[in-house]
């Protein structure tokens, strides 16, 4: 008899348990993607700068996790953002050059996973993703890549109250009547408020300062790249007692730059501290994954460096990543792991235990980085597809553990291009053993480490003048639909 009883009740525990309702289910982690522009890593406290002020993003290291070895594997604005969304490399997504759209149906893109998963989906701030002049909206539908909900200026540069625009949904401009990053914060504020509570949600909020918007004519008489913001921000530092970086001669304009961009810095972090602020509001802080990066940073100036980014040094591509999840992440964690750009989407998808199907060029580091296994990755690749191979524009490298290394294409006249740095012995990069020769083999390893993973994306040194050869540039930058990787594939097999 008593047999079966307990067969009765366990059935009935078994019907009680398949009537369980649905919002008593675990519910989905929410995610949040904060990004600047052009910050570089060694311009947040938690990296070690004592004199910058950044209180929101070291107590987001504080609590989260810190990764010390992340870079952008090519320091441009659009291919880190086609490789935040694809996880692909920028031959293959289309993406390899500033405001070249990605690929039609190339592969799932982060987005579209997220959509399919039920996730609420939403883009604040700069796109640059949208081939043709920048100065128009992006249109509703395949371009916008998955995001349901769009707010952009797609990619200007003047920040200022009344000047900083967005496309509202009817395709008109509305401009701030505040700073343009207090005004995209106070968007996804809003969007914060009124999401959907029963499912989980998705936000990228792409901030673009402290990128330069301009250049001014310095006392020196030389042009130079113009960093300013609200008084309220420049007031925060004392403009003389800025320390430059180390080699960097002080001159009154450099400290005038060095000035706007910090400045520029702490708003950015006010801003993230309203973010934060919020998710705690509306009750989601424990179950959502917060991420702070940049898409590549700034040499301000060092290694007398012409342009703020496109270089291989640390200034330019090494940035700050800094991820916070409550249910997986422990507080005050660091890692020595090699990490790229191209490692974010499938590393984050891992994170959400969220599984796509689909092979990246990236790797989900997710489990190595929890554990700081260092080995899971030797190395992480550099490069630049520019326009033209005058002084060595176009240049191809590897960032080890160890060291940092570029190649230029064509004659050897660049010391910016061609280097070899010993990441250990020269933390700022002052000393190019290029062609010390002493580092002769550790060059031919780093170099042949380089012509292997320029042999994956069938890469023989390609610029963007190889592409313009193959197809013209009106037909990639609007409509096209194969990949730098099946073209120059093509021409190989002729």
């Known amino acids: 008899m008593m047999k079966y009883v307990l067969i009765i009740v366990l059935a009935s525990f078994s019907i009680t ?9 675990p519910k989905k982690p929410n995610l949040l993607i904060v990004l600047s522009d052009q910050h570089s890593y060694d311009m947040v406290g938690a990296y070690g700068n004592k004199q910058i002020l950044t209180p929101n993003l070291d107590q987001l290291a504080n609590e989260g996790l810190l990764l010390k070895n992340s870079f952008s594997n090519q320091p441009v604005c659009t291919p880190f953002r086609g490789m935040l969304m694809s996880g692909m490399q920028p031959l293959k997504n289309g993406a390899f050059i500033n405001d070249a759209p990605l690929l039609p149906n190339k592969s799932k893109l982060l987005g579209q996973i997220l959509k399919e998963k039920g996730y609420q989906t939403a883009y604040i701030g700069k796109w640059h993703l949208l081939g043709g002049e920048r100065d128009r909206p992006i249109p509703k539908g395949d371009l916008r890549y998955g995001f349901d909900y769009l707010l952009t200026d797609n990619c200007h540069v003047d920040f200022r109250p009344g000047q900083a625009f967005f496309w509202n949904d009817k395709n008109e401009k509305e401009f701030f009547k505040e700073w343009e990053v207090y005004g995209q914060t106070k968007q996804a504020l809003d969007y914060l408020d009124n999401i959907d509570k029963s499912k989980p949600f998705a936000l990228i909020v792409s901030l673009h300062p402290p990128h330069d918007w301009g250049k001014f004519m310095g006392e020196d008489g ?12 420049m ?37 993230f501290g309203m973010l934060m602020d919020k998710l705690k509001e509306i009750g989601v802080e424990q179950n959502t994954l917060t991420m702070f990066s ?45 990490f790229g750009a191209l490692d974010i989407m499938p590393t984050l998808l891992g994170f959400l235990d969220i599984e796509s199907n ?28 520019k326009r033209g191979v005058a002084n060595n524009n176009n240049w191809r490298g590897v960032v080890t553990k160890d060291y940092t290394f570029s190649m230029g294409k064509g004659v050897d006249s660049i010391a910016l291009t061609n280097v070899l740095f010993d990441r250990k012995k020269d933390p700022y990069q002052l000393n190019n053993l290029y062609h010390n020769p002493k580092y002769k083999e550790i060059r031919k390893k780093l170099e042949k480490l380089t012509y292997s993973w320029m042999g994956l994306y069938n890469d023989k040194f390609y610029g963007v003048d190889d592409f313009l050869r193959i197809q013209p540039k009106e037909t990639w930058m609007n409509n096209y639909t194969q990949s730098p990787y099946e073209l120059f594939q093509k021409e190989s097999e002729k």
């Open 358 to 385: 689909q092979k990246y060029d990236g790797k989900n580091l997710s489990n190595a980085l929890l554990t700081n296994k260092v080995i899971a990755q030797d190395y992480v690749p550099l490069w630049l597809y």
């Open 17 to 25: 348990s398949c009537k369980t309702k649905p919002e008593e289910l």
């Open 294 to 338: 940049a898409d590549h940073g700034d040499m301000l100036e060092s290694h007398n460096a012409i342009l703020p980014k496109q270089y291989p040094h640390d200034y330019s591509n090494r940035i700050p990543l800094i991820i916070k999840y409550p249910k997986k992440i422990k507080k005050g964690m660091t890692s020595d792991v090699m």
């Open 222 to 233: 030389k042009m130079h790249y113009r960093y300013d913001t609200i008084d309220e921000l």
């Open 235 to 271: 007031d925060l530092y004392d403009r003389d007692a800025i320390k430059l970086r180390p080699g960097l001669e002080s001159t009154p304009d450099r400290k005038r730059m060095y000035h706007g961009y910090m400045a520029m810095v702490s708003g950015v972090d006010k801003a």
